[in-house]
Structures are given as C-alpha cells and as structure tokens.
C-alpha cells in the first residue's frame, strides 16, 4: 500500500450534490469546480476513478410513495449517477482529460459496461474512469460501490469527498468545541459511533485495509493537496497500520 500523498491511484467518491452548485441539478457552479479538481489531480499522475452519487437529481431512498417498492425506487436512482457521469465526462474531455463512463448497469448505447480488467486497462492508459449505476442492484448505496471498486481496482486510498473538512469527535455544525482528527483507526470511529459512510461500505474498506480520507472537496485545490501528501482532511486506516504515536487529533 503506497504511503499518504505517494498513491498510484485512487478510488474519488463524491456526491451528486456536488454537481448541482445552483439552481439546477446540474449546475456550472458545482460541475465546473468539480471537473477542474479532478483534471488538475489527473495531471499530477495519478490513476484516478471516480463514483458519484445521484442525490442532486433522484435520491432512490427519497422517492418512496405508495405502489413504488424499494427496487424500482433505488433503481432509478442508480439511473440518475449514470446521467451525472455523462456529465462530468463531456466536461473532463473538453478539458483534455481522457475520460470513461463504465456502468454497472449495461446500456451500450450510452456508457461501456463495467469489467474490472477492462476498466484496469483504462486506468493504466491513463484514462479517468467514472463508474455509473452503483453496484448495479438495489439497497446498496453508492457509497458501498466506491467501497466495492476501490478494492476490486486495487486502489492505493478511497477519497470521499464531502462538505466537511474531516472526521470529526462531534458534529461541527452543532457544536464550536468539535475536534477534527488529523489520523484515525476503523476501530476508534466503530467505537466513537462517528458516521463515516453506510456500515456495509465501511466494514468493507476495514476488512480488505483499504485507507479512507474524507475531505472537503469544495475548496479549490485540495484534491490535489492532498494527492501532493499534504495534511488534508482525516485518514482512516486499519490498526495495524498505524503506529501509536501517529494517531491524534488535529
């Protein structure tokens, strides 16, 4: 596992709010800085793939009424990451970044269909690769498909960006005195009850010692920062991991 700001490539989880910066769901003012992130992270040299939810468009969780089950409902929120993905991909190209939508879904009109050795080679030929469609079935977040293909890509880190600049003891908003963790184990945060990510997603990335940094993705540069090695938002990784004078607080 490369050491923090020495990745070869990594796993950019980022919700589907962040595309939507302004009225629309897909607004200028989110997908620009977006794209811009990523293009400049890209030229850095690092292997980047990237799964993003659909919240600015359809959350499948919110769009429960009566005679609507959870399938069809979660169904056509994957559906809406693949309308995202499109997105993001048209701009990325058009700022000279090669760029591959890959669904777990198979629409062949649209998007190729998700094959790890497939999208291996994409990210080898250095290519950002954007996964759509979730994990393709119904109650898992796209959360656990970040979690899923950061392990089946051999991603060096799973980057989720947020609206938060890290993990915290307590939540910040409600509360001036919350500390930030600078570093710390899938242990403590299981033990501190802090939600991260959905447990399905999180106990994945502990079993299989994939390190996780959240971060906040909506300042300008920290992407790339943080691809730099630079102390950007929090590190979680596995116990064994990290020796016990590295843990602490920001």
């Given at each position: 596992?490369?050491?923090?700001?020495?990745?070869?490539?990594?796993?950019?989880?980022?919700?589907?709010?962040?595309?939507?910066?302004?009225?629309?769901p897909i607004d200028p003012e989110g997908?620009?800085?977006?794209?811009n992130a990523i293009a400049e992270a890209w030229r850095e040299g690092v292997e980047i793939a990237v799964v993003g939810g659909g919240g600015n468009i359809l959350r499948g969780a919110q769009t429960r009424m009566p005679g609507l089950g959870r399938t069809a409902a979660?169904?056509?929120g994957m559906l809406a990451t693949v309308i995202n993905a499109i997105a993001l991909q048209e701009v990325l190209e058009s700022a000279g970044v090669p760029t591959r939508v890959m669904t777990a879904i198979e629409m062949k009109a649209v998007a190729e269909p998700y094959i790890r050795r497939r999208a291996l080679r994409h990210l080898e030929?250095?290519?950002?690769?954007?996964?759509?469609?979730?994990?393709?079935?119904?109650?898992?977040?796209?959360?656990?498909?970040?979690?899923?293909?950061?392990?089946?890509?051999?991603?060096?880190?799973?980057?989720?960006?947020?609206?938060v600049d890290g993990v915290y003891d307590k939540d910040p908003k409600r509360h001036p005195d919350a500390r930030r963790f600078a570093e710390i184990t899938f242990d403590e945060v299981l033990a501190r009850k802090i939600q991260?990510?959905?447990?399905?997603a999180f106990t994945l990335c502990d079993e299989q010692r994939l390190p996780i940094v959240v971060f906040e993705m909506g300042v300008p540069g920290n992407l790339t920062r943080l691809i730099r090695g630079e102390n950007v938002g929090t590190l979680i990784r596995h116990a064994a991991a990290v020796p016990a004078a590295e843990t602490g607080e920001a």
């Open positions: 596992m490369a050491a923090l700001g020495g990745w070869r490539r990594v796993l950019l989880k980022v919700s589907g709010e962040a595309l939507g910066g302004g009225s629309r997908l620009g800085p977006l794209t979660d169904t056509m030929k250095r290519r950002v690769v954007i996964l759509a469609g979730g994990t393709g079935h119904p109650y898992f977040s796209t959360d656990t498909a970040a979690a899923l293909r950061g392990v089946e890509l051999e991603a060096d880190a799973l980057l989720k960006g947020t609206q991260v990510m959905d447990r399905t």
